[in-house]
């Protein structure tokens, strides 16, 4: 059974730091993207930052220069580190791995998703 554990969410005052970690097991990650996505009440998620197994990223604009998004092939990990935290990063945080099932018919991209931990910026 494919597991992603976030943790490391938290309350924090604006300007603040949180580290978020994500650990994947039941499959093997290396080779496939990983990312981070959030979602505000009543709204659907969106990407935070995407890593490649190469370690290419790739941020949404309103995190740029201040989110980090690293990942450790060898331990099926990814963190993202979160700098100067304003109160509209509140949100829910999810871990996302992305691989093809090849025993689908055609095979497909499935996507795998943590369940969730809450940021919360108070200011």
């Known amino acids: 059974q494919v597991q992603l554990v976030e943790s490391g969410g938290g309350l924090v005052q604006v300007g603040g730091s949180l580290r978020l970690s994500c650990a994947a097991s039941g499959t093997d990650f290396s080779g496939n993207p990983m990312g981070w996505y959030r979602r505000f009440p009543g709204k659907q998620r969106e990407l935070v930052a995407t890593?490649?197994?190469?370690?290419?990223?790739n941020y949404a604009d309103s995190v740029k220069g201040r989110f980090t998004i690293s990942r450790d092939n060898a331990k099926n990990m990814v963190w993202l580190q979160m700098n100067s935290l304003k109160p509209e990063d509140t949100a829910v945080y999810y871990c996302n791995a992305r691989k093809v099932d090849w025993r689908l018919r055609p095979p497909q991209d499935v996507n795998y998703w943590g369940q969730g931990t809450q940021v919360t910026v108070s200011s």
């Open positions: 890593i490649t197994s190469g370690g290419t990223t």
